[in-house]
């Protein structure tokens, strides 16, 4: 069965820091991965999805099939990246989505 | 990109009562689904949506807990029935083309 894995609940780091955060999936057929954030008050949204290879707000994402990880990354946090990030997998066709349980990211000043 | 607008954005109900809940795409889309987020979980898919016909269910969600409607490819309604303090948690609409949009959110609460 699918599955999306995201270690870490709460991820805080420092305004300018580098930021990771940590997404293993399990799937048997040929995944499509995506970032959803949710900002404090507004509705949960599309970051970036793997098959775009683009950076949005700084943000990166790469899929290596042989970890199995989608970690999103960006290199210098703003404070405004206060969210929380969800890590998950198109399955089953139908545009069906399997989400991981979410970090949330806090930077400070 | 399509806007859904989902109501009631949250409600406080009793035991025993079903609340229904609506979602109103602003535009035609071929997808609709409802999540479940219980508090402190990840959001777990409840049913897809089908229009013109009955929603396929997932895993552990039956059509007697929770009836869906999709009359049309704009709206949707949840229903959650017969409910118990363990529903208590937040209802999401998503519909989807290419990509996936989602609704406010409905926060149950049932005492």
């Known amino acids: 069965a699918q599955r999306v894995t995201q270690p870490e609940k709460l991820l805080s780091v420092f305004k300018g820091a580098p930021v990771e955060l940590k997404c293993n999936y399990s799937y048997s057929g040929s995944p499509e991965l995506f970032w959803y954030v949710q900002y404090s008050r507004q509705r949960l949204q599309l970051l970036l999805r793997h098959i775009s290879r683009e950076s949005i707000k700084g943000f990166t994402a790469d899929l290596n099939k042989g970890e199995t990880s989608f970690h999103l990354k960006k290199p210098f946090a703003q404070e405004e990246d206060s969210a929380m990030y969800y890590c998950?997998?198109?399955?089953?066709?139908?545009?069906?989505?399997?989400f991981g349980t979410g970090t949330q990211l806090k930077v400070e000043l | 990109s399509a806007v859904i607008s989902q109501k009631p954005s949250r409600d406080i109900c009793q035991r025993g009562t079903s609340l229904t809940i609506q979602c109103q795409v602003d535009?035609?889309?071929?997808?609709m689904f409802w999540y479940r987020q219980q508090p402190g979980q990840s959001l777990t898919l409840i049913a897809t949506?089908?229009?013109?016909?009955?929603?396929?269910?997932e895993s552990g969600f039956v059509i007697d807990k929770f009836p869906i409607s999709r009359p049309n490819l704009t709206f949707s309604t949840l229903t959650v029935s017969n409910m118990s303090p363990e529903d208590s948690s937040i209802y999401l609409c998503s519909s989807a083309n290419t990509e996936a949009f989602f609704g406010q959110g409905t926060r149950l609460t049932v005492v």
């Open positions: 998950a997998l198109l399955t089953g066709g139908g545009n069906k989505l399997t």
């Open positions: 949506a089908n229009q013109g016909s009955e929603a396929t269910y």
């Open positions: 535009s035609q889309v071929t997808m």
